[in-house]
């Protein structure tokens, strides 16, 4: 059985990034392909529908103006908790990235003060639902 697996020109079209951005995340460490990592030209990237969940987080985060020093800390976080790129998490970006599963843990965060940005797992989750790998 055949692995499901998406290329950069699919995440790219399914998440309205520019390829080159996602390239570039690549190059840069931000992004790494589960399935396959290309060794050279004609054989393309294949990322899985995890990698598919965080080019999904990382571009709603970056849509909504986090820095990239931050969207790299958040890749990192995301691939030490694996769990929140399967089931729902609070992602919390102030000066760091914090990955919480509890709501009541992501409130008292939140209350401490200071502009935090939320942001659902969950979320992506639901996007990445509907994608289908061409063939």
Known sequence: METESFTLPELSKAFDVHYRTLHSWVERGLLDPGVHRSRGTGTPNRFSRKDAVMVCILSELRDAGV??????????????????LEGEAFMLVNGDVRIVFDSDDAASALKRGGLTLAYNTGAA???CEVLTPEP
């Open 67 to 84: 820095k990239f020093d931050l969207l790299t800390q958040a890749a990192e976080r995301l691939r030490k908790t694996d769990s929140a």
């Open 125 to 127: 989750l639901e996007r």
